[in-house]
């Protein structure tokens, strides 16, 4: 390439990446080349839950070595950066308990195998630190109202708040759960949250679908004292239920919001609301479970009053499953969602592949892949979350591999969100390109302090690919150093490099170029 071409070029940039292509390229058959592909989304949110809870996925088992644990946590992070995740959801208070030193709350029994146990670190701050090195958000997990998976209060450590404040605490289907009816709970659970999100650099507060307990036939959930006490002004049981829902989710956003306005808050309910037979706005569902009657989780409202920033509905179906079908499902959220701030990603099953005989759907290794491509269809869903890590990993009918092989290829920025912040940083400085043994190597400088991470991007001049950067076919890697080498640079071959700077919200600013 003449070294007019390649200033052209470089004049071009601006033009070039997020914008229209140069003039020398404004053919009908290059426009359509240059289609963004569904397949390599520029921003989509991936990610999987990695459960604490009776050793679920981390730690495996309890009595592990601190060393043990770490090498554990951080196979899981490398296993997300392999298959081009962005971030990881770890449970850290799965029994109102802690994997932190929490001021509030015990180190959790799931560490160490006895509640109160010091693992000998800190895991939190372990997991934050480990995560970031490789540009993973780290999405903190919290149960709000599970005290112990048994009834045995007394197994709980003396200085449990459960065990200081017995009246607290229901036990209900083989489990002691805190009454969401109490202030003095609600004020115990937002504040060992908090604890958490002022203490550690976390970038998301998360809950799954516990809140008031899932239905268990024969049993009630005794709160009609706790009713008569606080819950006056509504007429029914069922709608201050909903109301101590409503105002968790209410108070933490406020309390998240006013400590750390970047620090995100999600939720990933049961996937059904309502039954539209139920309620006419419900969705076409014969579901067992809705979240607004049995569990007095009111999502769709909160989605509609923008308490929250982003809600992964759990829809563990397979597409074409007639009480509760994938494909009508997830419109249906699409619907809820539309107008709003709030980001809309999808639970999914991973667990049920070739494992559920729920329908014949989840023994063909396509289904997964089949759900994101119906996502496509949709814009309001940007991205999904796989329950749990461990099944991810275990690659049943090569599922797992089927799904990163068609929708995985590319790194993927994570959607930004501009009702948390919608200014950018400034772009880098001083970017260079040398020829190395290893490859091209670039190093540049940054420019502004809200600088979190940057986004490298490479075009093959040679072989004539001008499109711009309107999907992730031309991003390399995202990451947190200022230097950055291509092992796959071509010899021979002229390359337009671009690094772009991003803010702790994945805002972008514009791109600086270079030739290598």
Same mark, same amino acid.
Request: aromatic share 12%; charged share 20%.
């Given at each position: 390439?003449?070294?007019?071409?390649?200033?052209?070029?470089?004049?071009?940039?601006?033009?070039?990446?997020?914008?229209?292509?140069?003039? +020398?390229?404004?053919?009908?058959?290059?426009?359509?080349?240059?289609?963004?592909?569904?397949?390599?989304?520029?921003?989509?949110?991936?990610?999987?839950?990695?459960?604490?809870?009776?050793?679920?996925?981390?730690?495996?088992?309890?009595?592990?070595?601190?060393?043990?644990?770490?090498?554990?946590?951080?196979?899981?992070? @490398?296993?997300?950066?392999?298959?081009?995740?962005?971030?990881?959801?770890?449970?850290? %208070?799965?029994?109102?308990?802690?994997?932190?030193?929490?001021?509030?709350?015990?180190?959790?029994?799931?560490?160490?195998?006895?509640?109160?146990?010091?693992?000998?670190? @800190?895991?939190?701050?372990?997991?934050? !630190?480990?995560?970031?090195?490789?540009?993973?958000?780290?999405?903190?997990?919290?149960?709000?109202?599970?005290?112990?998976?048994?009834?045995?209060?007394?197994?709980?450590?003396?200085?449990?708040?459960?065990?200081?404040?017995?009246?607290?605490?229901?036990?209900?289907?083989?489990?002691?759960?805190? =009454?969401?009816?109490?202030?003095?709970? #609600?004020?115990?659970?937002?504040?060992?949250?908090?604890?958490?999100?002022?203490?550690?650099?976390?970038?998301?507060?998360?809950?799954? @679908?516990?809140?008031?307990?899932?239905?268990?036939? $024969?049993?009630?959930?005794?709160?009609?004292?706790?009713?008569?006490?606080?819950?006056?002004?509504?007429?029914?049981?069922?709608?201050?239920? %909903?109301? =101590?829902?409503?105002?968790?989710?209410?108070?933490?956003?406020?309390?998240?919001?006013?400590?750390?306005?970047?620090?995100?808050? $999600?939720?990933?309910?049961?996937?059904?609301?309502?039954?539209?037979?139920?309620?006419?706005?419900?969705?076409?569902?014969?579901?067992?479970?809705? !979240?607004?009657?049995?569990?007095?989780?009111?999502?769709?409202?909160?989605?509609?009053?923008?308490?929250?920033?982003?809600?992964?509905?759990?829809?563990?179906?397979?597409?074409?499953?007639?009480?509760?079908?994938?494909?009508?499902?997830?419109?249906?959220?699409?619907?809820?969602?539309?107008?709003?701030?709030?980001?809309?990603?999808? $639970?999914?099953?991973?667990?049920?592949?070739?494992?559920?005989?729920?329908?014949?759907?989840?023994?063909?290794?396509?289904?997964?892949?089949?759900?994101?491509?119906?996502? !496509?269809?949709?814009?309001?869903?940007?991205?999904?979350?796989?329950?749990?890590?461990?099944?991810? %990993?275990?690659? #049943?009918?090569?599922?797992? !591999?089927?799904?990163?092989?068609?929708?995985?290829?590319?790194?993927?920025?994570?959607?930004?969100?501009?009702?948390?912040?919608?200014?950018?940083?400034?772009?880098?400085?001083?970017?260079?390109?040398?020829?190395?043994?290893?490859?091209?190597?670039?190093?540049?400088?940054?420019?502004?302090?809200?600088?979190?991470?940057?986004?490298?991007?490479?075009?093959?001049? +040679?072989?004539?690919?001008?499109?711009?950067?309107?999907?992730?076919?031309?991003?390399?890697?995202?990451?947190?150093?200022?230097?950055?080498?291509? /092992?796959?640079?071509?010899?021979?071959?002229?390359?337009?490099?671009?690094?772009?700077?991003?803010?702790?919200?994945?805002?972008?600013?514009?791109?600086? /170029?270079?030739? $290598?």
């Amino acid at each position: 390439m003449s070294v007019l071409r390649i200033v052209g070029v470089l004049g071009a940039t601006a033009g070039l990446i997020f914008g229209a292509l140069p003039a +020398t390229a404004r053919t009908t058959e290059a426009e359509a080349s240059c289609a963004a592909a569904p397949s390599t989304p520029l921003r989509q949110f991936r990610a999987s839950w990695v459960a604490s809870v009776v050793n679920i996925d981390w730690p495996s088992r309890t009595g592990l070595t601190a060393a043990q644990q770490q090498a554990e946590l951080v196979g899981w992070f @490398d296993d997300a950066v392999r298959q081009h995740h962005n971030a990881v959801v770890l449970q850290v %208070r799965p029994t109102a308990d802690a994997f932190w030193p929490s001021k509030v709350e015990p180190w959790s029994q799931y560490l160490t195998g006895v509640q109160g146990g010091d693992p000998g670190y @800190d895991p939190l701050a372990f997991a934050v !630190t480990e995560a970031h090195k490789r540009n993973l958000e780290l999405h903190a997990w919290f149960n709000p109202y599970r005290v112990s998976m048994g009834t045995d209060l007394s197994k709980l450590v003396p200085e449990h708040p459960a065990r200081q404040h017995p009246d607290w605490v229901l036990p209900y289907g083989g489990k002691l759960y805190y =009454n969401p009816g109490i202030p003095a709970v #609600r004020k115990l659970v937002e504040d060992a949250i908090m604890d958490a999100v002022s203490n550690y650099d976390i970038d998301g507060v998360h809950f799954d @679908d516990y809140f008031y307990p899932y239905p268990v036939a $024969g049993q009630v959930f005794d709160d009609a004292a706790t009713y008569a006490q606080y819950g006056a002004g509504f007429p029914t049981l069922a709608e201050w239920r %909903r109301n =101590n829902i409503n105002l968790l989710i209410q108070e933490l956003q406020h309390r998240i919001k006013a400590a750390k306005p970047w620090v995100k808050f $999600g939720i990933s309910p049961f996937a059904v609301w309502r039954n539209k037979a139920t309620d006419p706005l419900g969705s076409d569902t014969t579901a067992g479970v809705q !979240t607004y009657d049995d569990l007095a989780a009111d999502t769709r409202r909160w989605v509609r009053e923008e308490w929250i920033d982003y809600i992964v509905p759990q829809v563990y179906w397979a597409g074409g499953f007639a009480p509760a079908d994938y494909n009508k499902i997830v419109p249906w959220w699409a619907e809820q969602v539309r107008g709003t701030d709030v980001h809309l990603y999808i $639970g999914q099953a991973t667990y049920k592949v070739g494992t559920s005989t729920q329908s014949p759907d989840w023994s063909d290794p396509a289904e997964l892949s089949d759900h994101l491509a119906f996502n !496509t269809t949709i814009p309001e869903v940007k991205g999904d979350i796989y329950f749990s890590a461990k099944d991810v %990993r275990a690659d #049943r009918l090569g599922a797992t !591999t089927l799904l990163n092989s068609n929708w995985y290829t590319r790194p993927a920025l994570i959607p930004a969100m501009p009702h948390l912040d919608a200014r950018p940083p400034l772009p880098v400085h001083a970017l260079q390109a040398a020829k190395t043994s290893t490859g091209v190597r670039l190093q540049w400088r940054p420019t502004s302090a809200d600088t979190t991470s940057y986004a490298i991007y490479r075009r093959d001049l +040679t072989a004539g690919d001008w499109c711009p950067d309107n999907d992730a076919r031309n991003l390399l890697a995202t990451q947190r150093t200022t230097t950055y080498t291509d /092992p796959t640079a071509l010899p021979g071959h002229h390359y337009l490099y671009s690094v772009t700077a991003l803010d702790r919200t994945w805002n972008q600013s514009v791109p600086i /170029p270079t030739i $290598g």
